[in-house]
């Protein structure tokens, strides 16, 4: 353990290795494991348990009771070395569970930057969450899901595994999702159907109008026409490919491997 001007409470159980960066500070009756790195800034405000090869970002909080690189919940997880790396600025609250990847997802559970985990949510192994994203109180998410920049999961929503999230996508409170949801889309249900386009997410972004046209356009055709997905797909091709709204919703169709919310 290597201390630069850390605050560590007498109570908090910091293991050999555990490497800690400048203005690090643990509250009282946290963990933080051998292999943990936790950068500049990162604060555990109490009872705040930090374990496996796990790397939080820069200024990172975490709020009591929240347990971060815990053995995945997976049966065929047999003890491999797997990681949980996250950007920074990220703030995880009260009970959020993170777990480390598995060798059959690459390894790794990854986290960028700037993201919201309200009490309760729990990420499962190997999902890779982009920035800028909100995951609202009870957000559960099984193995292997993919989630972009921006997006928004309502309150005791549930995530399918290998599911895909678009960015600026909003997942209403209470969906139960289990086809991918492209960007800029909002999805409400059990199983999760489209309802809409998700207009504040798309305000905040700030586009311009003629990217908000398009996405109207994209939205009309994938869902209030009577075209199939390929019909759709050929159908946008004939906006401008410049368009970065449009390749990025594109480019979604194209990964998408569970099928689109229809």
Not at 127 to 149: P, Y
Not at 250 to 262: D, I, K, P, T, Y
């Given at each position: ?34 292999k943990v790195v936790l950068e500049d800034g990162v604060k555990l405000l109490s009872h705040a348990s930090i374990h496996g090869r796990t790397r939080l970002g820069a200024r990172t909080i975490v709020w009591p009771f929240a347990s971060l690189g815990s053995m ?191």
């Amino acid at each position: 353990m290597s201390v630069k001007e850390v605050k560590i409470h007498p109570t908090a159980v910091i293991e050999k290795g555990a490497e800690l960066g400048h203005g690090v500070e643990i509250g009282p009756f946290s963990y933080v494991g051998s292999k943990v790195v936790l950068e500049d800034g990162v604060k555990l405000l109490s009872h705040a348990s930090i374990h496996g090869r796990t790397r939080l970002g820069a200024r990172t909080i975490v709020w009591p009771f929240a347990s971060l690189g815990s053995m995945p919940q997976d049966l065929k997880y047999r003890g491999e070395e797997a990681s949980l790396i996250c950007g920074e600025d990220n703030m995880f609250r009260e009970n959020v569970t993170v777990s480390i990847g598995t060798e059959g997802g690459g390894g790794i559970t990854s986290i960028g930057s700037k993201n919201l985990f309200m009490a309760y949510t729990h990420i499962a192994h190997d999902c890779k969450i982009a920035n800028g994203c909100v995951f609202a109180n009870g957000a559960t998410l099984a193995g292997h899901i993919e989630v972009d920049d921006r997006a928004v999961v309502g309150g005791l929503t549930a995530i399918h595994q290998f599911t895909k999230i678009g960015s600026l996508a909003m997942l209403a409170g209470g969906s139960m999702v289990a086809q991918d949801v492209p960007p800029f889309v909002m999805v409400s249900g059990n199983r999760a159907k489209p309802v809409g386009l998700n207009k504040t997410g798309i305000e905040r972004a700030k586009f311009s109008e003629s990217a908000v046209s398009n996405i109207k356009k994209m939205y009309k055709a994938l869902y209030l026409s009577s075209l199939s997905l390929d019909e759709a797909k050929q159908e946008i091709l004939k906006l401008s490919s410049d368009n970065a709204e449009v390749q990025t919703f594109l480019g979604f169709l194209e990964r998408s491997a569970r099928g689109v919310c229809r």
